[in-house]
């Protein structure tokens, strides 16, 4: 019997059958194998936190014992999900837009003169779809805004106390276009290119006071942005939703849409303990899509 611990004091057994030929063996030992995913006396900041990615991944941290503070701009969305969240009681939420940097910074100056936040999950929707040819100069700067210059002020806002804390992560969830553009998300390429060349430079800077920085890169996960590109694709071509929808899925080696849980899942591994040797890296949760190592 192995005892696979997922969180300090929680262990599962796990029963490993041997075979050998003529005979089968079933072998039962104690061993301790540890991994520590305990996020108990941990506050995160999870922005776009109420649906698809963000909102999976508030709940997955919260699940490992993390105290959550949602942010976003819908405070009737941010409500109802802060009571939809594990252990109730330990959760928040802070509204910003992420259309105005300076909003986000102004109110996350606020938040951090009362409270202190270990993980920094940012997270925020991909700039509208289209040929990069099309794109006029204010797409750029929007999207410029809502990515890479929200991500730096609230950077820039925690990182005193993970400094002094010698702990501290630091997430980003962007897009496999980082690895390999996609078609027909121009200014989104663009802009998710910039965040992970960011978060590179970051991870340099902060590692020596126990901070990670990591990109996760979500390939076709099934979430409003899926099916709004899928429509948008699909209207422009004049093609059936369900002929684009078997386009894209064609590419997938898994053959299938990836879930928001699945892309929260990492997250919340590279926002544990377990994850902290691993720092300055952009990790593709797609089913094998991307073509590039």
């Known amino acids: 019997m192995v005892n696979v611990q997922f969180e300090k004091g929680i262990t599962k057994p796990l029963n490993l059958l041997f075979s050998f030929p003529d005979m089968l ?5 104690e061993e301790n194998i540890s991994m520590d995913l305990n996020l108990k006396g941990k506050r995160a900041l999870v922005c776009g936190s109420t ?9 997955e941290l919260a699940l490992l014992g993390a105290s959550v503070t949602l942010l976003a701009r819908n405070e009737q969305a941010l409500k109802e999900v802060v009571l939809e969240l594990p252990n109730q009681g330990a959760h928040e939420y802070l509204v910003a837009d992420f259309s105005d940097y300076k909003n986000v910074q102004f ?3 606020q938040y951090l003169e ?9 997270n925020t929707g991909g700039p509208p779809a289209g040929p990069i040819t099309d794109a006029e100069p204010s797409a750029f700067i929007a999207a410029y805004q809502s990515h890479l210059l929200c991500n730096h002020v609230l950077v820039q806002a925690v990182i005193p106390h993970m400094n002094s804390n010698k702990w501290g ?8 276009s980082v690895r390999q553009p996609l078609k027909g998300l121009g200014v989104s390429n ?27 890169l979500p390939g076709a996960t099934k979430t409003i942005r899926l099916e709004n590109i899928i429509q948008g694709k699909a209207q422009k071509t004049q093609h059936a939703v369900d002929a684009i929808e078997k386009e894209m899925l064609d590419e997938i080696p898994a053959g299938r849409f990836g879930t928001a ?3 929260a899942g990492l997250a919340a591994f590279l926002a544990s303990p377990a994850g902290g040797y691993i720092n300055g890296q952009s990790i593709a949760v797609d089913g094998g899509r991307t073509m590039a190592f």
């Open 107 to 109: 109110k996350i100056a």
């Open 114 to 122: 009362s409270k202190k936040i270990d993980i920094l999950i940012n």
């Open 51 to 59: 649906q698809g990615i963000g909102k999976a991944i508030a709940v």
């Open 169 to 176: 992560r630091i997430i980003n969830v962007v897009s496999t």
């Open 190 to 216: 663009t802009t998710r290119a910039a965040v992970a060349g960011w978060a590179k430079t970051l991870s340099f800077e902060l590692a020596k006071d126990g901070i990670t920085v990591n990109n996760v």
């Open 261 to 263: 849980d699945e892309i």
């Open 25 to 29: 063996y079933l072998c039962i030992f």
